[in-house]
């Protein structure tokens, strides 16, 4: 019931609870106000947890949901491993294709403006995505293997890359520096 703090010190710690899911690991999250997305593998499954409970609200037709992102309307964008797909799952659970990109593995996702982008592997692309139309085009290439991370940064959209350990900055299409 104690937490350390590197620069306060000791003090009471929240108790912990452990909470089980039908899932062999938790891969991906992303928080949608008081609801938590989690995103799981081996069997692509998807879970919210909200108020202390969880419940699985989706299957996918993937090994694993390598990445989640709420779309503003109480849904998410979920990445798919081993299927290159990109699919939406609406806050009911129900869950439709976006798109279908030119690579095995959507490790991350990121929202910029008003576009969506994925970074994929492996070949490292970023893919930016026009979720009305369900279609792609390639908006980066990293050089590197599998673009894992995607954020935008306010000034631009960064990459974070495997197997170099790279953060790259994405000013504009093909634009990488």
Do not use: C
């Not at 909470?19 to 891969?27: G, K, T, W, Y």
């Not at 008081?34 to 692509?44: C, K």
């Not at 939406?88 to 008003?114: C, T």
């Amino acid at each position: 019931g104690l937490a350390l703090h590197p620069t306060l010190g000791l003090s009471a710690a929240p108790a912990l609870q452990r909470i089980e899911l039908d899932a062999e690991f938790i891969h991906s999250k992303a928080r949608d106000g008081a609801r938590l997305w989690l995103g799981t593998g081996l069997q692509g499954k998807v879970f919210v947890l909200e108020a202390g409970k969880v419940r699985e609200v989706a299957k996918v037709e993937a090994p694993m949901v390598a990445s989640l992102l709420p779309d503003g309307s109480g849904g998410v964008y979920a990445g798919l491993v081993g299927n290159g797909q990109v699919v939406h799952i609406g806050g009911d659970g129900k869950v439709s294709a976006v798109v279908k990109l030119d690579a095995n593995h959507v490790w991350s996702l990121a929202r910029r403006g008003g576009s969506l982008y994925a970074g994929t592997g492996p070949g490292g692309k970023v893919f930016a995505i026009d979720t009305g139309a369900k279609t792609s085009k390639l908006y980066a290439e990293t050089g590197a293997d599998h673009v894992l991370v995607l954020a935008d940064g306010g000034d631009a959209l960064y990459a974070g890359t495997a197997d170099q350990a790279l953060l790259l900055r994405i000013d504009a299409e093909k634009s990488v520096r």
